[in-house]
């Protein structure tokens, strides 16, 4: 088996050898982690309640960042919070976690910066499809930045938001893939869901297509067999 220095490596040579090329990565979870996300949200959650009831923030307070799931309902329940108390927490989780200021919490998969700014040195360009929507651009943009990824200005790099914010993922990058096709050629792709790399790779099959091992929201989809499984960027 290849290791992940050859797979990343491989890919860029694409890249080199492709005019027009274009390499497409996913945010949550396969550029950006979300765990000190969640866990900020944790903690003003915990410090409301703590007048109610200090023993459940101290449930709150305790999970630490390997213990965090995909969903904030599995967290709660892991932790053992009460019923009602999960729901609170979920309501109050789903008001912040998409709002920009809590997008600059985040903290990056090692590598990413590096290896989509040696797309565009070797000639290709960067295409950041989040299924974030256009109200969280801002944010996105800032943590982009601040992290030293290539500037999504329309030029080398570009952010591909959703319209709007209850629109399906699925549908979404389903839907923008087409259009993808007709600004370049698709050499490669980085996504944490199952379901979206096997988009890419339906819709690409010539490509690169990479999983990263992260986390997802647990459908049962399995990766399509040419897809490579990597656990970040590091080369
Ligand atoms: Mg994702």
Known sequence: ??????????LLQDVSAQP????????DDTLFSTADRHLRILAEFAAAIETQNARAAGLLRAIAREQLRYAIADTAKDAGLEEKLAKDLRDFWFARFFKNPYLLEDSIIP????????????????????GRDEGMREGTEASLLRHGFPDPDGKAATLILKPRFDAPDFAFKNEALHRLAEMGTVVGSFENEPAHVNLFVERFPKGRHFLLETKHSGKPVAPHPSVFRIKDFQR
């Open 20 to 27: 027009n090329a274009i390499v497409v990565f996913d945010l």
């Open 1 to 10: 088996m290849s290791s992940q220095k050859a797979l990343l490596d491989a």
């Open 111 to 130: 590598g990413g910066p590096e290896f989509a700014g040696e797309v565009i040195a070797r000639g290709g360009r960067s295409f950041y499809m989040t």
